[in-house]
Nanobody, 127 residues
Framework: HVQLVQSGGGSVQTGGSLRLSCLAN????????MAWFRQIPGKAREGVAA??????TKYADSVKGRFTISKDTTTTLYLQMNSLKTEDTAMYYC??????????????????????WGQGTQVTVSS
């Protein structure tokens, strides 16, 4: 019941900044959380940052102090990425889960706990 449409991303040099956006179309049932994940070919999808509808955030240790997750009143999720490193290169996905099935995972960074996913956007950081 939620469609996520991503925009942003691209290529930048080390130390640069990028912003990703994710528009949620549809409706949420009860509480909801939105998150960003990233994936490198051949590797598992990694949780980057998560945000609940009441403002709780969680970040992966690798991005703390550099990335900021936020959303606006239209349920557009953002990921501001500063001080980018080559190891941040990956396909980035936004995701969301709510309490429609009676379960609540909060600001989770576990991909299996999310129900709806964006189409993905590539971020490439070069030295």
């Amino acid at each position: 019941h939620v469609q996520l449409v991503q925009s942003g991303g691209g290529s930048v040099q080390t130390g640069g900044s990028l912003r990703l956006s994710c528009l949620a179309n549809g409706y949420f049932s009860g509480s909801y959380a939105m998150a960003w994940f990233r994936q490198i070919p051949g590797k598992a999808r990694e949780g980057v940052a998560a945000l609940t509808d009441d403002g709780i955030t969680k970040y992966a240790d690798s991005v703390k102090g550099r990335f900021t997750i936020s959303k606006d009143t239209t349920t557009t999720l953002y990921l501001q990425m500063n001080s980018l490193k080559t190891e941040d290169t990956a396909m980035y996905y936004c995701a969301t889960h709510d309490t429609a099935d009676g379960r609540w995972y909060g600001a989770s960074l576990v991909s299996g706990e999310y129900d709806f996913w964006g189409q993905g956007t590539q971020v490439t950081v070069s030295s």
